[in-house]
């Protein structure tokens, strides 16, 4: 059996709620709670973001009722006829750390064209507050789950129209929306990724 050190336990419960990361100040998540309202999404904000050594990491953006977010990377997984788009911006003040995933999936890939994104596409944000070390660590895990799911929220992206505009020299290009009939401030649109494809 597994013995974990109190506080080791605590950012595994914080990998756990926000999703699969290198460690414990950066992560996603595949949670989902309350729908995001325009403003929640408009959150974050960046240009799109290189590594050390110069790697074009990808973007993506979308705006919903005017308001735009933008990731800072961006991949393309293709597995037999499936492509899925990853995008995500995380954010820390203080203790407190923010993580936006969208995540766009297709079936029946076969390059450049137009498609419609499946039911688990999505928009995610969860948030959680790390907790101090040397605190009571089933309580604080507990904390964690309870607060990444009470302040989660999402945007569903299924049946969103997704055109594929470019695959090309490692990387996927392309744009999406999603029209909702009586919702203006539910519809997404201007949505464009340059997505890194990924083994």
Request: aromatic share 6%; with cysteine; glycine share 10%.
């Amino acid at each position: 059996m597994l013995a974990f050190q109190p506080f080791r336990l605590i950012c595994l419960v914080a990998l756990f709620a926000l999703g699969s990361v290198s460690g414990c100040s950066d992560g996603a998540s595949d949670t989902a709670g309350k729908s995001s309202s325009p403003e929640q999404v408009g959150e974050a904000k960046s240009e799109p973001r290189r590594s050390r050594s110069g790697e074009d990491r990808g973007n993506a953006q979308f705006s919903v009722a005017g308001t735009t977010w933008n990731g800072e990377r961006a991949s393309a997984r293709l597995k037999g006829d499936s492509l899925s788009i990853s995008a995500s911006h995380t954010t820390r003040d203080g203790d407190r750390m923010k993580r936006d995933s969208l995540s766009l999936n297709i079936k029946g890939f076969k390059g450049p064209g137009a498609y419609t994104a499946d039911m688990m596409s999505m928009f995610v944000r969860v948030s959680i507050t790390m907790p101090k070390e040397g605190g009571d660590a089933q309580a604080d895990a507990t904390k964690l789950l309870t607060d990444a799911i009470g302040d989660s929220s999402n945007i569903r992206l299924a049946n969103a129209k997704v055109e594929i505009t470019s695959v090309s020299d490692g990387y996927i290009d392309g744009r999406f929306s999603l029209d909702m009939p009586g919702m203006p401030d539910k519809s997404v649109t201007d949505g464009e990724f340059h997505a890194r494809v990924r083994e």
